[in-house]
């Protein structure tokens, strides 16, 4: 042996003319010639800011894809299952959380001398961020405005917003199961956003409270609100990270800033899983 090297083993594939690579499998060809800086000449930093957020949307698409399927596991009465996809989108939250510490490198002066190529893209145009918030329970119909130049965008969408949200699948569970859940909530107009149900906090105190409710349950609850609490963890530190590079600056998109997004921690998911929290040992 060669100091210093690892020898190839005989047995290591090397020839893949007539077999499946690992660049083919992952299509690298395609998403690594996909970063495109816009700022001329180019700006070094552009690169950072252009992977953070595509980095961020492929998460989304794992995140998406693993709550539609918990959705559909809560809808077949298979809760185990269902645990499982949300417990895989609670370690992909924490991840594009700490994310954020990539971006914290970026400096003002920096992003200000690339920001003019951005022109008038931005988050605020996301169109997977917005499923997710969707399919949590933040519905909102004018944000479909912002995708009619994007009409599968626009589609995926729609679609979204006329379909029940991971937390209706989780009460219409609760229901068959035999727990009280008023029947107008499970009938509700599920394009709407979710807004704060007084009769669910004995549901859940319940719940929360009896020798024998089934583990599964309880750990639902637990999980759904790891899962919000995740959310604002990662709106708070984009929130930050905006506020360090931008100050009080308008968004490209057209909003106020700073401002506008700090009126997006007031939103809540599951407000009635906060509200037991009260009630729970009175
Ligand atoms: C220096 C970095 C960043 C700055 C200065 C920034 C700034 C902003 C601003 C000002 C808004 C409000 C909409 C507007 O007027 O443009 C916004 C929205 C948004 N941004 Fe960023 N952003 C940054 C990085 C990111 C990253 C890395 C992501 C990850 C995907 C992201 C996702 C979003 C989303 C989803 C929204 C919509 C939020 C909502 O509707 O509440 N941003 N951003
Ligand atoms: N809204 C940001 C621009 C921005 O952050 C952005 C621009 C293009 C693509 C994604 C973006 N990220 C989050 O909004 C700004 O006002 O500087």
Redesign the pocket.
Known sequence: MTAGVREIEASVRTDFHNAMSYGRYLDLGRILSAQHPQSRPEHHDEML?II??QT??LWLKLVLHELRESRRLLDADDLGKALKCLARVKAIQRTLTEQWSV?GT?TPRE?AQFRGALGSS???Q?CQ?RAVEFILGNKHRRMLEVFTSEPEAHQMLATLLEEPTVYDAFLRALARAGYDIPRDILDRDVTQPWVFREELVPVFQKIYESEDTPWGFYEACEDLVDLEDNFQAW?FR?LR??HR??GFK??????S?VD??KR?LDLTFFPELYAVRTEIGR
């Open positions: 800011f953070q957020h961020s949307e971006l970026l992003y931005s988050g605020f996301s961020y709106r984009h990270t905006v590079t931008i308008t968004g490209t998109g057209g909003s800033g506008f997004l997006a």
